[in-house]
């Protein structure tokens, strides 16, 4: 099966400061691309997707890059902000495996003030 | 819309119990997945239901089972508890539908700790 690995586990950077997050899968025939933030005690919340056919995908402060060939996806903070900090979660799933997700082990993010 | 809701918030059982929790989708959507969430192990998939039926299945222990009715809701049920049964249980809603197949929604999650 599917197997995604993700890095680096902690992450802290100054307020202001980006953030990369990256994450790799095994499957080729992975196609959908998700990242959760999960702050403490608190459900994990979509924040961005990209899927296999797109390379690049931007919301405000936060973009998804997926590198199909090298089998990579990353996760871009710009400008961070303490309410920024959170576990996120990196996760794959194909098509035919039905909401089938695999995840990453997650990065805690710490935005210091 | 309502959000994904699950019952009871928090749990405590003995080894060898049971236990049943619930999951109600947001409405419209016809998938619920399950996912068990601990420190070491991070979310691992257990199983995923649209319309009645488990489409997919992770690699769990067959004491763990569920069911989803024609609402929708979804239950999970753990048999013959053990201590490693511990953790964060969180189901996520899906349409499940073809155009928005894959976004995944989750619940505040159903805090199951085994004594």
């Known amino acids: 099966g599917e197997n995604v690995e993700q890095h680096p586990s902690t992450l802290s950077v100054q307020e202001g400061d980006s953030a990369v997050i990256k994450c790799t899968y095994s499957?080729?025939?992975?196609?959908?691309f998700p990242w959760y933030k999960q702050e403490l005690g608190k459900r994990p919340q979509l924040i961005i997707d990209?899927?296999?056919?797109?390379g690049e995908k931007k919301d405000q402060r936060i973009a998804v890059t997926l590198n199909k060939t090298a089998k990579h996806f990353s996760l871009h903070i710009t400008e961070t902000q303490p309410e920024d900090s959170a576990v996120y979660f990196c996760?794959?799933?194909?098509?035919?495996?039905?909401?089938?997700?695999?995840f990453g082990s997650g990065t805690k993010l710490n935005v210091k003030p | 819309k309502a959000g994904v809701t699950q019952t009871p918030r928090y749990l405590i059982k003995t080894r060898g119990q049971q236990v049943t929790l619930s999951c109600s989708p947001i409405?419209?959507?016809?998938?619920v997945s399950w996912y068990q969430q601990t420190p070491g192990q991070g979310l691992q998939f257990l199983f995923e239901?649209?319309?009645?039926?488990?489409?997919n299945k992770g690699n769990f222990p067959g004491r763990f089972s569920g069911r989803q009715f024609s609402n929708s809701r979804s239950e999970m049920n753990v048999s013959t508890l053990e201590l490693g049964d511990s953790a964060l249980y969180l189901c996520?809603?899906?349409?499940?539908?073809?155009?928005?197949?894959?976004?995944?929604?989750f619940g505040p999650g159903t805090r199951l700790t085994v004594t």
């Open positions: 996520a809603s899906s349409p499940g539908q073809e155009a928005l197949y894959y976004e995944q929604y």
């Open positions: 499957d080729s025939a992975s196609n959908y």
């Open positions: 990209i899927r296999s056919n797109v």
């Open positions: 996760a794959a799933s194909t098509r035919n495996n039905f909401n089938k997700f695999y």
């Open positions: 409405s419209g959507h016809r998938s």
């Open positions: 239901y649209f319309s009645e039926t488990q489409r």
